[in-house]
């Protein structure tokens, strides 16, 4: 049975925590642990660990609360065959480069600690002036399209990403795109013997069918590009 750690800590949405671990949990029966960031901090929880999930929420305190021992086990985990599923801000935490609401009074550049996706998370992708913090103004449900299978889900998105360049970074792969503006919406990182598995929508937080569809296809590339699953 694979083995979920879920950072719950500065910067996490507590409604994406619960409803990431509602799902694993109740739905398919995982077993699912929470962590602080000074957990991910010590080594400890590698081998113990097939996921790491960075929820949504603010990425910037995630800075501080791994800091750089923590963000080393990170990409240790990953490049030893592990998976990091990264929802929203944890998606752009992930990327080299966080280019957030750009010539907008909440405008935030961020370089990248992990950068297992080589190439900008841009966002908000829809809806940027109505986006606050902590807020529900600037949410949508917006469709995006997987390729594989030809099919269409409807999702939440507040203030997620596009994935700029990831059709041209090397070992990058697109899993979905936004309908509206034919941006990607998630995409996977083959890191080593890991991968990355980054979305800028909130499966958890859509309707059933939508979160289980998402979610079984994440969870099935991640079997396929990561050795530690064999």
């Excluded at 739905?27 to 999930?53: A, E, F, M």
């Excluded at 480069?97 to 909440?106: Q, R, S, V, W």
């Excluded at 596009?162 to 990607?184: K, M």
């Amino acid at each position: 049975m694979p083995r979920f750690l879920i950072y719950h800590d500065i910067g996490a949405s507590e409604i994406s925590v619960q409803s990431l671990q509602h799902y694993l949990q109740v739905h398919k029966k995982y077993s699912v642990r929470l962590c602080k960031g000074k957990d991910l901090q010590n080594p400890s929880w590698l081998s113990q660990t097939n996921y790491l999930i960075m929820p949504g929420g603010r990425s910037l305190p995630f800075y501080a609360a791994l800091g750089d021992h923590g963000n080393r086990n990170i990409k240790q985990f990953v490049m030893q065959g592990g998976c990091y599923l990264g929802f929203c801000a944890g998606a752009y935490y992930a990327s080299k480069n966080t280019i957030f609401a750009k010539g907008l009074p909440l405008s935030l550049y961020l370089k990248g600690e992990l950068n297992f996706f080589q190439g900008d998370a841009v966002g908000p992708v829809l809806n940027p002036e109505k986006f606050a913090y902590d807020s529900e103004t600037g949410k949508i449900i917006t469709d995006i399209h997987l390729p594989k299978g030809n099919k269409t889900y409807s999702v939440y998105l507040n203030g997620g990403c596009s994935f700029s360049q990831a059709s041209q970074a090397a070992n990058t792969e697109i899993l979905a795109w936004y309908n509206d503006n034919h941006q990607p919406a998630i995409i996977a990182c083959k890191v080593a013997q890991g991968c990355a598995i980054l979305s800028g929508v909130h499966p958890e937080l859509s309707d059933q069918e939508t979160c289980h569809a998402i979610m079984i296809m994440m969870l099935n590339r991640s079997v396929q590009l990561c050795s530690g699953f064999a």
